[in-house]
């Protein structure tokens, strides 16, 4: 089993930056991937960004050149460091971990991130 703790995100103006940070406990051998989703309302929970714990990356379009995550993995922690914010970024981000043999995943409880124009 793996915990996490999640936290970050809130209020923003367009054009602002914000960070989320993402804490593992308990099971965190067992980890490979740790990224972050999003949630808008009436939209499906979709891939913001993700790292390997071997540093591969991976993204959505969306947030390409703006976005940045990085990842301790002797921490067991990821970070998103979310640049040039925009209203479209608006929803609930979730920390999400993968298990290495099973692709099992485990949530953070959400965060929310309002942009404002």
């Known amino acids: 089993q793996v915990q996490l703790v999640d936290s970050g995100g809130g209020l923003a103006q367009a054009g602002g930056s914000l960070r989320h940070s993402c804490a593992a406990s308990g099971s965190t051998g067992s980890i490979n991937a740790m990224g972050w989703y999003r949630q808008a309302p009436g939209t499906q929970r979709e891939l913001v960004e993700s790292i390997s714990r071997g540093g591969r990356t991976n993204y959505a379009d969306s947030v390409k050149g703006r976005f940045t995550i990085s990842r301790d993995n002797a921490k067991n922690t990821v970070t998103l460091q979310m640049n040039s914010l925009k209203p479209e970024d608006t929803a609930v981000y979730y920390c999400?971990?993968?298990?290495?043999?099973?692709?099992?995943?485990?949530w953070g409880q959400g965060t929310q991130v309002t942009v404002s124009s």
């Open positions: 999400n971990v993968r298990e290495v043999l099973s692709d099992y995943a485990y």
